[in-house]
């Protein structure tokens, strides 16, 4: 699986929208880019994903460069309670098929 | 999003007993589920994949006999650890995989060994 290269911390201000950004140059074809965050002492939670096009639900949009090379998952008005760290994964079929990789994240503070 | 119960969410147990961990998806049938383990401070290690109905694969320096996994059901994955001793104290966590290729996550087990 590819690997994925993300900043190590990052600030947001309540009610502001938080970008938080992911490289991810090696990406092959068949992989998609998750999405998951834990807060302290939980199971990661699942976010969003997508292959290629930008994607949208109720927690977030993931917008991915036309290369695919970047991302961005996009926290539109973040509260406090999106303090955690958000993990950036690509994953795909074959021998690997649905393993995740999990790297540092990038720990995310929401301050008032 | 779907749910994925894992029981217990802590455990103390003394040196040289065994210890079982379950991992239940409550609303959907998972034929993979994937059983990690974090320490302090680091991030997510993944131990094995467990397949409904067959053996477990392992991940490289995960000693499959001291980590017994079960997967009997497309509901249910069991870890065993066995002998524990205290160098095995850390949080373990499952996911079970959905038919959309989406992992959901366990809360987690913290694993405190005397």
């Known amino acids: 699986d590819a690997k994925t290269t993300q900043p190590p911390s990052m600030d947001c201000a309540e009610g502001r929208a938080a970008n938080l950004p992911c490289n991810h140059s090696?990406?092959?074809?068949?992989?998609?880019v998750y999405w998951y965050r834990q807060i302290h002492s939980q199971g990661p939670q699942y976010i969003i994903h997508g292959l290629k096009n930008n994607e949208t639900n109720e927690m977030a949009s993931l917008i991915i460069t036309e290369d695919r090379k970047s991302s961005t998952l996009i926290l539109p008005h973040a509260t406090l309670r999106d303090t955690a760290v958000y993990y950036c994964i690509v994953s795909a079929g074959g021998t690997s098929y649905g393993k995740l990789t999990f790297g540092q994240g990038t720990i995310l503070t929401v301050h008032p | 999003g779907a749910v994925v119960s894992q029981h217990p969410s802590r455990v103390i147990c003394k040196s040289g007993t065994s210890v079982k961990i379950e991992c239940r998806s409550l609303d959907f049938q998972a034929t993979t589920m994937f059983w990690y383990r974090q320490f302090p401070k680091q991030s997510l290690m993944l131990m094995a994949t467990?397949?409904?109905?067959?053996?477990?694969?392992?991940e490289q320096g995960v000693e499959k006999d001291k980590f017994l996994i079960n997967h009997a059901s497309l509901t249910l994955s069991t870890l065993t650890v066995t002998s524990a001793h205290p160098e095995d104290s850390s949080f373990y966590i499952c996911s079970a995989r959905e038919n959309r290729d989406i992992q959901y996550f366990g809360a987690g087990t913290r694993l405190s060994v005397l």
């Open positions: 090696t990406i092959s074809g068949n992989e998609y």
């Open positions: 467990s397949n409904e109905g067959s053996k477990a694969t392992y």
